[in-house]
Protein backbone atom coordinates (compact mmCIF):
# COMPACT_ATOMS: atom_id res chain seq x y z
CA UNK A 1 0.00 0.00 0.00
CA UNK A 2 0.97 3.63 -1.08
CA UNK A 3 0.06 6.44 1.92
CA UNK A 4 0.15 10.27 2.40
CA UNK A 5 1.07 10.66 6.15
CA UNK A 6 0.32 13.52 8.17
CA UNK A 7 1.42 14.51 11.53
CA UNK A 8 -0.77 15.82 14.72
CA UNK A 9 -1.40 19.24 14.99
CA UNK A 10 0.30 19.80 18.32
CA UNK A 11 3.00 18.38 20.63
CA UNK A 12 0.07 17.27 22.92
CA UNK A 13 0.04 13.14 23.27
CA UNK A 14 -2.42 12.78 19.83
CA UNK A 15 -3.45 9.72 18.54
CA UNK A 16 -5.27 9.41 14.71
CA UNK A 17 -9.13 8.51 15.83
CA UNK A 18 -10.24 7.25 11.85
CA UNK A 19 -13.71 5.05 11.96
CA UNK A 20 -11.56 1.68 12.77
CA UNK A 21 -10.85 3.26 15.69
CA UNK A 22 -14.64 4.26 17.08
CA UNK A 23 -15.79 0.96 15.70
CA UNK A 24 -13.32 -1.10 17.63
CA UNK A 25 -14.48 0.96 21.03
CA UNK A 26 -18.05 -1.04 20.17
CA UNK A 27 -16.89 -4.16 18.72
CA UNK A 28 -13.24 -4.50 19.50
CA UNK A 29 -13.94 -6.95 22.10
CA UNK A 30 -13.94 -10.91 22.01
CA UNK A 31 -17.12 -11.31 24.45
CA UNK A 32 -18.86 -8.93 22.01
CA UNK A 33 -17.92 -10.79 18.74
CA UNK A 34 -19.00 -13.95 20.46
CA UNK A 35 -22.34 -12.57 21.62
CA UNK A 36 -22.49 -11.30 17.60
CA UNK A 37 -21.34 -14.59 15.94
CA UNK A 38 -24.49 -16.79 18.51
CA UNK A 39 -26.63 -13.71 16.87
CA UNK A 40 -26.10 -14.14 13.80
CA UNK A 41 -26.30 -17.89 14.18
CA UNK A 42 -29.99 -17.41 15.49
CA UNK A 43 -29.79 -17.60 19.11
CA UNK A 44 -32.08 -14.23 20.57
CA UNK A 45 -32.44 -14.81 24.20
CA UNK A 46 -30.02 -14.60 27.33
CA UNK A 47 -30.08 -18.78 27.65
CA UNK A 48 -29.05 -19.63 24.54
CA UNK A 49 -26.46 -16.87 24.37
CA UNK A 50 -25.11 -18.16 27.36
CA UNK A 51 -25.31 -21.75 25.94
CA UNK A 52 -23.08 -20.93 22.52
CA UNK A 53 -20.71 -18.92 23.85
CA UNK A 54 -20.07 -19.99 27.37
CA UNK A 55 -19.93 -16.50 28.84
CA UNK A 56 -20.06 -16.61 32.36
CA UNK A 57 -23.74 -14.85 33.49
CA UNK A 58 -22.61 -11.47 34.83
CA UNK A 59 -20.19 -11.65 31.99
CA UNK A 60 -22.87 -12.00 29.18
CA UNK A 61 -25.16 -9.70 31.01
CA UNK A 62 -23.01 -6.74 31.19
CA UNK A 63 -21.89 -7.05 27.30
CA UNK A 64 -25.88 -7.74 26.09
CA UNK A 65 -26.31 -3.92 27.92
CA UNK A 66 -23.14 -2.62 26.65
CA UNK A 67 -24.19 -3.97 23.24
CA UNK A 68 -27.83 -2.31 23.58
CA UNK A 69 -26.31 1.19 24.62
CA UNK A 70 -24.39 0.83 21.61
CA UNK A 71 -27.23 0.78 19.15
CA UNK A 72 -26.71 -2.71 18.21
CA UNK A 73 -28.91 -4.52 19.70
CA UNK A 74 -33.05 -3.54 21.10
CA UNK A 75 -34.38 -5.65 24.12
CA UNK A 76 -38.07 -7.05 23.40
CA UNK A 77 -40.62 -8.47 25.76
CA UNK A 78 -41.56 -11.56 24.65
CA UNK A 79 -43.31 -12.74 27.80
CA UNK A 80 -45.04 -10.88 30.72
CA UNK A 81 -45.19 -13.03 33.51
CA UNK A 82 -42.31 -13.38 34.55
CA UNK A 83 -41.08 -10.77 32.46
CA UNK A 84 -38.44 -12.17 29.61
CA UNK A 85 -36.74 -10.28 26.82
CA UNK A 86 -35.10 -11.28 23.75
CA UNK A 87 -32.75 -9.43 21.61
CA UNK A 88 -33.01 -7.83 17.94
CA UNK A 89 -30.76 -6.34 16.07
CA UNK A 90 -30.78 -2.97 14.49
CA UNK A 91 -30.31 -1.48 11.57
CA UNK A 92 -26.86 -0.97 12.87
CA UNK A 93 -26.25 -4.07 14.51
CA UNK A 94 -26.96 -5.42 10.95
CA UNK A 95 -24.82 -3.08 8.78
CA UNK A 96 -22.02 -5.26 10.61
CA UNK A 97 -23.10 -8.27 7.74
CA UNK A 98 -19.77 -7.07 5.39
CA UNK A 99 -17.14 -7.57 8.23
CA UNK A 100 -18.90 -10.72 9.39
CA UNK A 101 -18.63 -11.70 5.60
CA UNK A 102 -15.21 -10.53 5.61
CA UNK A 103 -14.20 -12.63 9.16
CA UNK A 104 -15.69 -15.79 7.80
CA UNK A 105 -14.22 -15.21 4.47
CA UNK A 106 -10.53 -15.14 5.99
CA UNK A 107 -10.95 -17.76 8.77
CA UNK A 108 -11.70 -20.45 5.81
CA UNK A 109 -8.75 -19.66 4.16
CA UNK A 110 -6.76 -19.20 7.54
CA UNK A 111 -8.22 -20.48 10.34
CA UNK A 112 -6.20 -23.99 10.49
CA UNK A 113 -6.34 -26.78 10.80
CA UNK A 114 -8.49 -27.26 14.54
CA UNK A 115 -11.53 -25.42 12.69
CA UNK A 116 -14.61 -27.90 13.31
CA UNK A 117 -16.79 -26.52 10.93
CA UNK A 118 -17.31 -25.32 7.32
CA UNK A 119 -20.13 -22.47 6.79
CA UNK A 120 -21.88 -23.22 3.25
CA UNK A 121 -23.18 -20.34 1.50
CA UNK A 122 -25.37 -20.08 -1.25
CA UNK A 123 -26.48 -16.71 -3.12
CA UNK A 124 -30.31 -16.58 -4.07
CA UNK A 125 -29.96 -14.25 -6.34
CA UNK A 126 -27.54 -15.58 -8.63
CA UNK A 127 -28.18 -19.08 -8.01
CA UNK A 128 -24.75 -19.79 -7.15
CA UNK A 129 -24.15 -22.32 -4.45
CA UNK A 130 -21.09 -22.77 -2.16
CA UNK A 131 -20.24 -19.08 -2.75
CA UNK A 132 -17.13 -17.34 -1.61
CA UNK A 133 -17.48 -13.83 -0.20
CA UNK A 134 -15.29 -11.73 -2.28
CA UNK A 135 -13.68 -8.01 -1.18
CA UNK A 136 -14.64 -6.73 -4.51
CA UNK A 137 -14.48 -2.57 -5.36
CA UNK A 138 -17.36 -1.39 -7.48
CA UNK A 139 -15.38 1.40 -9.22
CA UNK A 140 -13.16 -1.05 -10.54
CA UNK A 141 -15.11 -3.91 -10.96
CA UNK A 142 -12.81 -6.26 -9.66
CA UNK A 143 -11.42 -7.90 -6.34
CA UNK A 144 -8.75 -5.51 -4.67
CA UNK A 145 -6.58 -6.82 -1.88
CA UNK A 146 -4.32 -4.69 0.09
CA UNK A 147 -1.60 -4.25 -2.45
CA UNK A 148 -4.15 -2.89 -4.79
CA UNK A 149 -5.01 0.48 -2.23
CA UNK A 150 -3.45 3.77 -1.32
CA UNK A 151 -4.41 6.09 1.30
CA UNK A 152 -4.32 8.77 2.93
CA UNK A 153 -5.99 11.22 5.43
CA UNK A 154 -9.81 12.52 4.86
CA UNK A 155 -11.35 15.22 6.04
CA UNK A 156 -12.71 13.70 8.85
CA UNK A 157 -9.84 12.61 10.42
CA UNK A 158 -9.23 13.22 14.28
CA UNK A 159 -6.53 13.62 17.02
CA UNK A 160 -7.39 12.75 20.45
CA UNK A 161 -6.06 12.46 23.69
CA UNK A 162 -6.26 8.23 24.41
CA UNK A 163 -8.63 7.08 26.87
CA UNK A 164 -8.59 3.32 26.63
CA UNK A 165 -11.57 1.06 28.69
CA UNK A 166 -9.70 -1.58 30.92
CA UNK A 167 -10.39 -4.80 28.69
CA UNK A 168 -8.47 -7.95 28.74
CA UNK A 169 -7.47 -10.36 26.50
CA UNK A 170 -8.75 -13.42 26.57
CA UNK A 171 -5.75 -16.83 26.07
CA UNK A 172 -6.07 -19.92 24.69
CA UNK A 173 -9.70 -21.84 25.19
CA UNK A 174 -11.12 -19.17 27.41
CA UNK A 175 -11.74 -17.19 24.14
CA UNK A 176 -14.85 -18.35 23.95
CA UNK A 177 -17.20 -21.81 23.73
CA UNK A 178 -15.76 -24.96 21.83
CA UNK A 179 -18.76 -24.77 19.05
CA UNK A 180 -17.86 -20.84 17.82
CA UNK A 181 -17.28 -20.95 13.85
CA UNK A 182 -14.94 -17.81 13.91
CA UNK A 183 -11.72 -19.20 16.10
CA UNK A 184 -8.81 -17.22 15.15
CA UNK A 185 -10.18 -14.43 13.08
CA UNK A 186 -12.58 -13.55 16.53
CA UNK A 187 -9.71 -13.51 18.64
CA UNK A 188 -7.84 -10.94 16.48
CA UNK A 189 -10.56 -8.55 15.95
CA UNK A 190 -11.93 -9.07 19.32
CA UNK A 191 -8.95 -8.11 20.80
CA UNK A 192 -8.93 -3.74 20.05
CA UNK A 193 -5.20 -3.60 20.78
CA UNK A 194 -4.15 -6.16 18.34
CA UNK A 195 -6.56 -4.78 15.43
CA UNK A 196 -4.77 -1.75 15.75
CA UNK A 197 -1.12 -2.65 15.68
CA UNK A 198 -2.10 -4.20 12.63
CA UNK A 199 -4.07 -0.95 11.42
CA UNK A 200 -0.86 0.88 11.99
CA UNK A 201 1.25 -1.77 9.97
CA UNK A 202 -1.02 -1.34 7.18
CA UNK A 203 -0.28 2.42 6.79
CA UNK A 204 2.76 2.03 7.06
CA UNK A 205 4.46 2.40 10.64
CA UNK A 206 6.27 -0.77 11.37
CA UNK A 207 9.31 -0.20 14.04
CA UNK A 208 8.08 -0.81 17.43
CA UNK A 209 8.44 3.14 18.40
CA UNK A 210 6.30 4.31 15.87
CA UNK A 211 3.69 1.44 16.31
CA UNK A 212 3.72 2.28 19.88
CA UNK A 213 3.38 5.99 19.12
CA UNK A 214 0.58 5.94 16.25
CA UNK A 215 -1.71 3.52 19.08
CA UNK A 216 -1.09 4.72 22.06
CA UNK A 217 -0.38 1.35 23.32
CA UNK A 218 1.85 1.21 26.64
CA UNK A 219 5.03 -0.64 26.07
CA UNK A 220 3.98 -3.78 28.26
CA UNK A 221 0.81 -4.48 25.95
CA UNK A 222 2.50 -3.74 23.07
CA UNK A 223 5.50 -6.27 23.67
CA UNK A 224 2.66 -8.81 24.16
CA UNK A 225 0.75 -8.18 21.77
CA UNK A 226 3.19 -8.37 18.84
CA UNK A 227 4.54 -11.73 20.06
CA UNK A 228 0.77 -12.97 20.61
CA UNK A 229 0.64 -11.88 16.63
CA UNK A 230 3.61 -13.43 15.66
CA UNK A 231 2.64 -16.60 17.57
CA UNK A 232 -0.75 -16.53 15.40
CA UNK A 233 1.13 -15.86 12.18
CA UNK A 234 -0.28 -12.55 11.23
CA UNK A 235 2.63 -10.94 11.38
CA UNK A 236 6.94 -11.29 11.27
CA UNK A 237 10.12 -9.73 12.47
CA UNK A 238 12.80 -8.18 10.10
CA UNK A 239 16.07 -7.16 11.63
CA UNK A 240 17.24 -3.57 9.86
CA UNK A 241 19.69 -2.62 12.22
CA UNK A 242 22.66 -5.03 13.48
CA UNK A 243 24.50 -2.50 15.89
CA UNK A 244 22.51 -2.13 17.79
CA UNK A 245 19.88 -4.71 17.10
CA UNK A 246 16.57 -3.31 15.34
CA UNK A 247 13.57 -4.78 14.62
CA UNK A 248 10.67 -3.55 12.13
CA UNK A 249 7.39 -5.52 12.03
CA UNK A 250 6.15 -7.03 8.67
CA UNK A 251 2.96 -8.76 7.52
CA UNK A 252 2.56 -12.41 6.61
CA UNK A 253 -0.19 -13.33 3.75
CA UNK A 254 -2.42 -14.24 6.33
CA UNK A 255 -1.77 -10.74 7.32
CA UNK A 256 -1.87 -9.04 4.74
CA UNK A 257 -5.01 -11.15 3.81
CA UNK A 258 -6.90 -9.19 7.15
CA UNK A 259 -6.99 -5.79 5.16
CA UNK A 260 -10.60 -6.56 3.45
CA UNK A 261 -11.83 -7.06 7.91
CA UNK A 262 -10.18 -3.69 8.67
CA UNK A 263 -11.51 -2.08 5.23
CA UNK A 264 -15.34 -3.69 5.87
CA UNK A 265 -14.38 -2.45 9.30
CA UNK A 266 -13.76 1.12 8.35
CA UNK A 267 -16.92 1.24 6.07
CA UNK A 268 -19.26 0.15 8.70
CA UNK A 269 -17.66 3.23 11.64
CA UNK A 270 -17.78 5.43 8.47
CA UNK A 271 -21.59 4.92 8.28
CA UNK A 272 -22.33 5.08 11.90
CA UNK A 273 -20.09 7.18 13.29
CA UNK A 274 -19.24 9.78 10.64
CA UNK A 275 -17.99 13.59 11.45
CA UNK A 276 -19.76 16.45 9.74
CA UNK A 277 -15.99 16.90 8.01
CA UNK A 278 -16.21 13.70 6.00
CA UNK A 279 -14.48 10.08 6.33
CA UNK A 280 -11.27 10.40 8.14
CA UNK A 281 -9.57 7.93 5.68
CA UNK A 282 -9.94 8.19 1.57
CA UNK A 283 -8.89 4.69 -0.35
CA UNK A 284 -8.02 4.60 -3.74
CA UNK A 285 -7.13 2.05 -6.10
CA UNK A 286 -3.14 2.29 -6.21
CA UNK A 287 -2.87 1.99 -10.60
CA UNK A 288 -5.58 4.26 -11.16
CA UNK A 289 -6.81 6.61 -8.22
CA UNK A 290 -10.21 6.09 -8.50
CA UNK A 291 -12.40 5.54 -4.99
CA UNK A 292 -11.77 2.23 -3.76
CA UNK A 293 -15.90 1.63 -3.43
CA UNK A 294 -15.54 -1.50 -1.21
CA UNK A 295 -18.15 -4.15 -0.75
CA UNK A 296 -18.54 -8.15 -0.29
CA UNK A 297 -19.57 -9.62 -3.13
CA UNK A 298 -20.54 -12.70 -4.31
CA UNK A 299 -17.81 -15.08 -5.99
CA UNK A 300 -20.50 -16.38 -8.93
CA UNK A 301 -22.16 -12.63 -10.18
CA UNK A 302 -19.95 -10.20 -8.01
CA UNK A 303 -22.86 -8.24 -7.24
CA UNK A 304 -22.68 -6.97 -3.03
CA UNK A 305 -24.30 -9.81 -0.81
CA UNK A 306 -27.44 -9.02 0.83
CA UNK A 307 -28.36 -10.73 4.00
CA UNK A 308 -31.99 -11.36 2.60
CA UNK A 309 -30.40 -13.06 -0.38
CA UNK A 310 -28.11 -15.86 1.32
CA UNK A 311 -28.72 -19.10 2.74
CA UNK A 312 -25.82 -20.76 4.58
CA UNK A 313 -25.72 -23.91 6.35
CA UNK A 314 -23.27 -25.05 9.05
CA UNK A 315 -21.17 -28.80 8.35
CA UNK A 316 -19.32 -30.26 10.74
CA UNK A 317 -15.53 -31.37 10.08
CA UNK A 318 -13.85 -34.21 11.12
CA UNK A 319 -10.76 -34.78 12.87
CA UNK A 320 -9.08 -34.97 9.72
CA UNK A 321 -9.99 -31.71 8.11
CA UNK A 322 -12.91 -33.18 6.08
CA UNK A 323 -16.18 -32.56 5.87
CA UNK A 324 -19.00 -34.57 7.05
CA UNK A 325 -21.90 -34.28 4.99
CA UNK A 326 -25.74 -35.44 6.36
CA UNK A 327 -27.04 -38.04 4.61
CA UNK A 328 -30.96 -38.28 4.51
Known amino acids: MTHMMMQPPTDVKLVRCCSIWRALEDVGDVPTMLIL ?90 GGTNIEPVPYSLSAQSPFTARDVSWQHGPGMGWVTPRHSRRRKPRGEDAGAENNLLDVILRVLGDRWASLILRSIFTGFRKYDEIQKDAAIATNILAD ?70 VMACSCCHAPLDPAEVDFTIEPIDGEGRQVFATS
Not at 54 to 69: E, F, I, P
Not at 88 to 96: F, I, M, Q, S
Not at 266 to 275: E, N, Q
Open 225 to 294: RLQWLMDMGLIHKRLYSEAPPRYEYRLSEAGIDYYPVLVMLMVWGDRWYLTPEGPPLLLSHRHTGKPLQP
Open 37 to 126: EAFWLGERRFDGFQKRTGLLKALLSQRLKQMVAAGLFEKRLYCERPPRYEYVTTEKGRDLYWVALAMLRWEQKWGGSKAKFHVRLQHRSC
